[in-house]
């Protein structure tokens, strides 16, 4: 079965309720809620290696200050969705800060809900 309606709209729901709120408000549980434990995230920032595990990335989250609290713009896009069975890439766009990361975020239906298990990232020119 590929691409599925039904589970576009769930990855979608999931990234427009949980990821991107979570990132925008600092949201912890939001993020962890969408962040299989096992996670990982790689990429790069401003040219510089990016390597960190869930907790890792949640540690940085909950350590610094949220987009909404700065009131500085944050936007989520989602450029496309594609899914095979149960697994599935979503490429998105966030800028926050003074960042616009390109994304391509790895799921997993695990007991019936999708869930990130890599997240690769990479900041690019506004």
């Given at each position: 079965m590929?691409n599925?309606k ?8 999931t990234?427009e309720n949980y990821y991107?709120?979570?990132?925008y408000?600092g949201?912890l549980?939001?993020?962890?809620k ?6 990982l995230l790689f990429g790069d ?8 595990t869930r907790?890792?990335?949640?540690d940085?989250v909950?350590n610094?200050?949220s987009p909404?609290?700065t009131?500085?713009p ?7 969705i594609?899914?095979?069975?149960s697994?599935?890439?979503a490429n ?16 997993h239906?695990l007991d019936?809900?999708w ?7 990479t900041?690019v020119?506004?």
């Amino acid at each position: 079965m590929k691409n599925n309606k039904q589970d576009i709209i769930e990855i979608t729901e999931t990234l427009e309720n949980y990821y991107f709120k979570g990132i925008y408000e600092g949201d912890l549980d939001a993020l962890a809620k969408i962040l299989n434990p096992g996670a990982l995230l790689f990429g790069d920032v401003k040219g510089v290696p990016y390597a960190k595990t869930r907790d890792q990335y949640l540690d940085g989250v909950k350590n610094r200050q949220s987009p909404k609290d700065t009131g500085k713009p944050f936007k989520g896009t989602i450029g496309s969705i594609e899914v095979i069975n149960s697994i599935a890439v979503a490429n998105v766009q966030v800028k926050m800060y003074d960042f616009n990361y390109d994304e391509f975020l790895s799921f997993h239906k695990l007991d019936n809900r999708w869930v990130i298990v890599t997240k690769m990232l990479t900041d690019v020119a506004a």
